[in-house]
Nanobody, 122 residues
Framework: VQLQASGGGLVQSGGSLRLSCATS????????IGWFRQAPGKEREGVSC????????FYEDSVKGRFTISRDNIKNTVYLEMNSLRTEDTAVYYC????????????????WGRGTQVTVSS
């Protein structure tokens, strides 16, 4: 599964961005999909994940209430709407299939897309 993340950019603190994760070769609705990020000097972390049937989702504590993950099966795309962005959200964001997730964490699976840079300025 080849995933492509897009939508990153430079935004001021308090601003918004919407990331998109798409693939042209597979049907994403069959997969749990997650968004992960890696900031310079830090480990990659799970930001938000969505189950294959969209029944359950995970959000990392620092993004709860600010980020929303969603899926458009017609467009075969998973989105991450990011509002009230903070400087600490600056990172490379990746979308990936998900191996497992619960209320505490999300673990990336086998397929990863190339990242998209999100930079939040103060």
């Amino acid at each position: 599964v080849q995933l492509q993340a897009s939508g990153g950019g430079l935004v001021q603190s308090g601003g918004s961005l919407r990331l998109s994760c798409a693939t042209s070769r597979y049907t994403l609705e069959h997969y749990a999909i997650g968004w992960f990020r890696q900031a310079p000097g830090k480990e990659r972390e799970g930001v938000s994940c969505l189950s294959s049937g969209d029944e359950t989702s995970f959000y990392e504590d620092s993004v709860k209430g600010r980020f929303t993950i969603s899926r458009d099966n017609i467009k075969n795309t998973v989105y991450l709407e990011m509002n009230s962005l903070r400087t600490e959200d600056t990172a490379v964001y990746y979308c990936a299939t998900v191996a497992a997730f619960n209320d505490d964490r999300c673990i990336g699976g086998k397929y990863w897309g190339r990242g998209t840079q999100v930079t939040v300025s103060s």
